[in-house]
C-alpha cells in the first residue's frame, strides 16, 4: 500500500511538473531584522488568487529566496541577511528533479518556522489592480542548518571559516 502511494505520488508530481514547468516563484524578499545566531528574519511577501493560495507559498518562496536569488536589504543596520548572496551555486533548473521533491515532501519545512505565528497585518494584505492578493509576514529561516544541507548536497559553495 505503502509502496503503492508512493508510486502514485511520484506519477501525480511527474504529471504535475510536466503542467507546472511556467510555474514562476513570485515573491519579494527582505530583510527583515537581526534573527538568533544561524538564523534569518525575512519579510516574505507572495501572490494568488486568494488570501489562502498568496498565504500557502509563504514558507516554499521565502525557502527559495535564500537558496536561489538572496534577500534584499531593508536598509536597517545590523541585520544580517542584508545582501546575502544565495546559498545554492546551482540553478533549481540544473538540480530539477532534487528541487522539485525537496518542496514537494515538504522536506524545505525543517529549515522555515513563523514569526509571531504568521500574522498579517492589514497593511500586509493587499488587493492587487488585477484581483489577485499581495499578502507579507516574517519568517524565521535556519540559515546554518540550510547551508549545511546544501553543502552537503553540492549544490552551495562551501565558505571558508568566519563566514
Ligand atoms: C545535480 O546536477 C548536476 C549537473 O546536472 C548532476 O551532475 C548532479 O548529479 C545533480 N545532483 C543531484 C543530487 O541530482
Ligand atoms: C558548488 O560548490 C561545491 C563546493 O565548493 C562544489 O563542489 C561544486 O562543484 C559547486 N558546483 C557548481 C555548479 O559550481
Redesign the pocket.
Known sequence: MKRYLSVLVLGLFLALGCGLKAISYSYEAVCAGVGTPGNYLVKISTYGKSLGKAKEKFRSHAVHAILFKGVSGSGATGTTCNGKKPVCN?SYE??R??FDNFFASGDYLKYVSYNNGGYISSDDRIKTADGNYKVSTVLVISLDALRKRMEK???ARTLSKGF
Open positions: 546551482v540544473e538540480n528533479t532534487w548536497e553540492g549544490f
